[in-house]
């Protein structure tokens, strides 16, 4: 039986990180985490560009050109939605999940989600570095294992 799964090492990969500006308190929180983990396994700073973007909304049209690009071999898409009075909430968290699962699909390249939809503002800053850890730092974990383990089945 020959089984494959992706190790932690990010020496010599190139990612890409967009960040949405909406929430960017605690969008500056999930990109901290993210960076500090690729980082700490291994990547180099000058390997690490980082897009903002306004909002959650534009992260999959933006992780489709950079991972069209070439210049990848991960993209980290990170933002924050919080729910409020009007349905815009499901709208963009479904737009933005769907988007960017689709970038992966098409592309090949490893597009992980790291976008917070929460309820409350509180519920978000317990996913961005607190209570419930830091979904930047998860989505970065994510990036650097399916980056080796797509260069291994691919
Ligand atoms: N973007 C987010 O990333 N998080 C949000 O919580 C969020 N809330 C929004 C609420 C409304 C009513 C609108 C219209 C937009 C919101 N956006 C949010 C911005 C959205 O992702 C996008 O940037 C803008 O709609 C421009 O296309």
């Known amino acids: 039986m020959k089984t494959f799964e992706g190790k932690l090492a990010a020496q010599g990969r190139k990612f890409g990180i967009i ?3 909406f929430n960017d308190f605690i969008g500056k929180e999930l990109l901290s985490g993210a960076t500090d983990c690729l980082l700490r396994h291994g990547a ?6 980082v897009v903002w973007v306004p909002g959650s909304f ?24 919080i729910r409020g009075n009007t349905p815009h909430f499901d709208f963009i968290a479904a737009e933005a999940s769907k988007g960017i699962g689709q970038v992966g699909i098409s592309t ?19 996913r961005a570095g607190t209570k419930a850890g830091n979904k930047g730092w998860q989505a970065a974990m994510a990036t650097i294992e399916m980056v080796d383990l797509l260069k291994q089945i691919s």
Request: hydrophobic fraction near 40%; aromatic fraction near 4%.
């Open 58 to 81: 534009e992260i999959p049209m933006t992780a489709n050109i950079l991972a069209q690009s070439g210049k990848f071999d991960g993209i980290l898409c990170l933002g924050v939605l």
């Open 19 to 21: 960040v949405g500006r």
């Open 108 to 126: 090949g390249v490893a597009t992980t989600y790291g976008i917070i939809t929460a309820d409350t503002i509180e519920q978000a800053i317990e």
């Open 44 to 49: 180099s700073e000058s390997d690490i560009e």
